[in-house]
């Protein structure tokens, strides 16, 4: 089982998660994104949902938006 993964949105990297002890942690990899850096998700589909829903605007008050 692999450590690390690529977040892809709209065609467009927007990090890696890499496993760790707490879960998965989340590395930027566009300024669009950075709301998510350090976060820890229990799972690589709850980043990558996290970053959907940023993209889309969805996410919580106070957050990047998507650009």
Same mark, same amino acid.
């Given at each position: 089982?692999?450590? +690390?993964? &690529? &977040?892809?949105?709209? #065609? =467009?990297? +927007?990090? &890696?998660? @890499? %496993? #760790?002890? *707490?879960?998965?942690?989340?590395?930027?990899?566009?300024?669009?994104?950075?709301?998510?850096?350090? *976060? @820890?998700?229990?799972?690589? %589909?709850?980043?990558? =949902?996290?970053?959907? +829903?940023?993209?889309?605007? #969805?996410?919580?008050?106070? *957050? +990047? =938006?998507? =650009?």
């Amino acid at each position: 089982m692999s450590n +690390a993964y &690529i &977040i892809e949105v709209q #065609d =467009r990297a +927007a990090g &890696i998660v @890499t %496993r #760790d002890g *707490r879960g998965f942690s989340f590395f930027s990899s566009e300024r669009a994104f950075d709301s998510l850096e350090g *976060r @820890t998700f229990s799972s690589v %589909r709850d980043a990558e =949902r996290a970053a959907q +829903a940023l993209a889309k605007g #969805d996410a919580p008050r106070g *957050r +990047a =938006r998507f =650009r």
